[in-house]
């Protein structure tokens, strides 16, 4: 078998429309645009969610439930994966240089999951009650930002 030689399944590969090449191609005269109306003429284009002046379907639907704007969005990292880095003291740099949070910008909350031998200083803005106590009973330190 050669690279040259190869080709698509039957049917995968459909030919193209080739529009407005006669009436007998099948869509000859008005392209298959129809007679008259916007659609016909050149430049026209309908919106994304047009649907023909009939009300469109975002419209239809109620509105549900309340977006919170001032809600606080955490980055979170588990103990687990800080127990994995090996690191005497960590804050958001730290985590940020390893990869275990996108960005320093915004606020680092450490959960409890796993377990951690080593004593390890935590900096970050927030902790869950468990992270909290078994950083301390390994030794560590659990401050905020």
Known sequence: MYLDKLKPADGSVKNRKRIGRGNASGTGGTSGRGNKGAGSRSGSKARVYYEGGQLPIYRHLPKRGFKNIFKEKFQIVNLEQIARLQVAEIN??????????????????????????????????AFSATAKEKLIASGGKAELL
């Open 92 to 125: 958001p740099e730290v985590l940020h240089k390893y990869g275990l949070i996108k960005t320093v910008n915004e606020p680092v909350k450490i959960l409890g999951r796993g377990e951690i031998t080593s004593a390890v200083t935590v900096h970050a803005q």
